[in-house]
């Protein structure tokens, strides 16, 4: 598995996905080439500075690969002496896709169990709209929930929108004034149009639609044409299910269009904020010492050690 290898360590013929590979040239004119490496253990960064070395392929491409572990800026590079396109037909795509520590079978039922609680019927429908369409359902169990910064793997997304719903469940329990069931509708979906933004793995990238207008558009799109489909549903109500998912990044310079005007979508940005930022705080710590950390986490904002009892 990539994660294990270390710096100085030798890599030999190793099957991976090639994420991405940029063509460039050296201060001295020689042509290279960077490339992004991945297994079910993460990611590694790889250079091939003499590219007579390997044969033709591509990003995309599942390959064989063989080089030393290097330093650089302080994170482990692959100098890459040998890749080529491995045997598609011995490959298994789930074995180079991060999985989620539980299983996603486990993780749905107790995610559908959450969905059934909501006694309101026009958000039970629009909830069911949803999740009993099979196409929807399987996007929302494969995808991610980010490209790196936290859920990045397969389930991701899943994983974090039930921690989410499970969170604003116990806000809900501890300020009467929260509206339970419009809070765990948009727990649920407010991540939906991740299953437009992001592609399924392996390729886990920002699709064209993506990148042009974003899953937090895209979701309030989605709930809008759902909504329109329910005979009767109250207009203000399906008003306050699009604004909480506009508004869940909770400011404008995150990204949100609106920021939060009901205590329920300040209530979602605050659960949709902690659930990110500890995982992506638990992941981090998974891989490292009791010592502080050299450097700032650019999502956690600040250096940061283990909890030492």
């Known amino acids: 598995m990539i994660k294990d290898y270390k710096v100085g360590d030798t890599i030999n013929n ?27 253990s993460g990611q590694l960064d790889a250079k091939v500075w003499d590219i007579t070395t390997v044969d033709a392929f591509e990003a995309k491409d599942f390959i064989n690969v063989t080089g030393t572990v290097q330093s650089f800026r302080d994170a ?16 298994k795509i789930e074995d180079f896709c991060p999985q989620a520590p539980r299983s996603v079978d486990e993780m749905w039922t107790e995610f559908m169990e959450i969905v059934n609680s909501v006694k309101n019927e026009y958000l039970n429908k629009l909830l069911h709209a949803f999740f009993d369409n099979e196409k929807i359902a399987s996007r929302f169990k494969e995808n991610s929930a980010a ?21 604003c469940d116990t806000l809900a329990d501890n300020y009467p004034a929260l509206n339970r069931d419009l809070l765990i509708t948009v727990a649920v ?4 149009g991740k299953i437009k933004e992001i592609a399924t793995f392996p390729e886990n990238d920002y699709t064209d639609e993506g990148n042009l207008l974003g899953h937090i558009y895209m979701g309030a799109e989605m709930a809008d044409i759902q909504v329109r489909k329910i005979e009767g549903f ?31 979508a300040t209530a979602l940005s605050f659960a949709d904020d902690t659930d990110a930022k500890l995982r992506r705080f638990s992941d981090i710590l998974a891989d490292s010492s009791d010592e ?7 999502f ?4 940061f050690r283990k909890t030492i009892v």
């Open 14 to 40: 190793l099957t991976v996905y090639c994420v991405k590979k940029v063509a460039g040239t050296s201060s001295k004119g020689d042509n290279y080439f960077s490339l992004t490496l991945q297994d079910a």
């Open 76 to 91: 482990p590079q692959l100098k890459i002496t040998s890749a080529y396109r491995a045997d598609s037909d011995t490959v």
């Open 147 to 167: 490209k790196t910064v936290h859920h990045a793997y397969v389930g991701g997304l899943l994983d974090h929108s039930l921690s989410v719903a499970k969170i």
């Open 189 to 192: 979906l407010h991540d939906i």
């Open 234 to 264: 109250p207009k203000i109500l399906a008003n306050e299910v699009k604004h909480c998912i506009l508004a869940h990044h909770g400011e404008l310079e995150y990204g949100s269009p609106k920021v939060p005007a009901l205590i329920e």
């Open 292 to 298: 502080w950390s050299e450097k700032s986490d650019f």
């Open 300 to 303: 956690l904002g600040s250096k």
